[in-house]
T-cell receptor, first 114, second 114 residues
Framework: ETGVTQTPRHLVMGMTNKKSLKCEQH?????MYWYKQSAKKPLELMFV???????ENNSVPSRFSPECPNSSHLFLHLHTLQPEDSALYLC?????????????FGPGTRLTVL | AQTVTQSQPEMSVQEAETVTLSCTYD???????LFWYKQPPSRQMILVIR??????QNATENRFSVNFQKAAKSFSLKISDSQLGDAAMYFC???????????FGTGTSLTVIP
């Protein structure tokens, strides 16, 4: 148990649906991340919230919308997704501003877009 | 741009034997940290070992050790006395001391043969 939880663990949605992924960390960290993990590709960093500042990968489509209401919770809102968005979505957290810090990962949400 | 390359998509090792997973990276920065993460099937990604770039001594954690060659930008992972529980995807990553981004490779899938 790494202290980072994600719900749901599995999600199947149609292209016209709207859904949200949730992540919660119980480690007292102040940075949270969303990654997309696809087969045979590097982990793709989508969004970072660190010390209440958001950093995003400009290549992420606008159909993905993050929300970080506080340092313990992170959401990824999904709407009008495409089949190529099917992947494992990982949440992670860390202590920002601390050298040598590592990321702690959640179990991921396996997303399938039909 | 920061990149991480893992040239071995798949590796296998006999139980109790030793295996080395390769990783090279590219960055113009000098202050960073390197990590190996393990992702067992359907389980959370966890940290295996980490190395500070300014330290010449190679990190060791029980059966896991690294061969860090800073000039060559190489960071390989050696697993000694391989066990069935070592079967997983292994990701090499690095983190700059400035900023909050972690850069990951494509992963190496390790199979342990009984």
């Amino acid at each position: 148990e790494t202290g980072v939880t994600q719900t749901p663990r599995h999600l199947v949605m149609g292209m016209t649906n709207k859904k949200s992924l949730k992540c919660e960390q119980h480690l007292g960290h102040n940075a949270m991340y969303w990654y997309k993990q696809s087969a045979k590709k590097p982990l793709e960093l989508m969004f970072v919230y660190s010390l209440e500042e958001r950093v995003e990968n400009n290549s992420v489509p606008s159909r993905f919308s993050p929300e970080c209401p506080n340092s313990s919770h992170l959401f990824l809102h999904l709407h009008t997704l495409q089949p190529e968005d099917s992947a494992l979505y990982l949440c992670a957290s860390s202590r920002a501003g601390v050298p040598y810090n590592e990321q702690f990962f959640g179990p991921g949400t396996r997303l399938t877009v039909l | 741009a920061q990149t991480v390359t893992q040239s071995q998509p798949e590796m296998s090792v006999q139980e109790a034997e030793t295996v080395t997973l390769s990783c090279t990276y590219d960055t113009s920065e000098s202050d960073y940290y390197l990590f190996w993460y393990k992702q067992p099937p359907s389980r959370q990604m966890i940290l295996v070992i980490r190395q500070e770039a300014y330290k010449q001594q190679n990190a060791t954690e029980n059966r896991f050790s690294v061969n860090f060659q800073k000039a060559a930008k190489s960071f390989s992972l050696k697993i000694s006395d391989s066990q069935l529980g070592d079967a997983a995807m292994y990701f090499c990553a690095f983190h700059l001391n400035t900023g909050n981004q972690f850069y990951f490779g494509t992963g190496t899938s390790l199979t342990v043969i009984p």
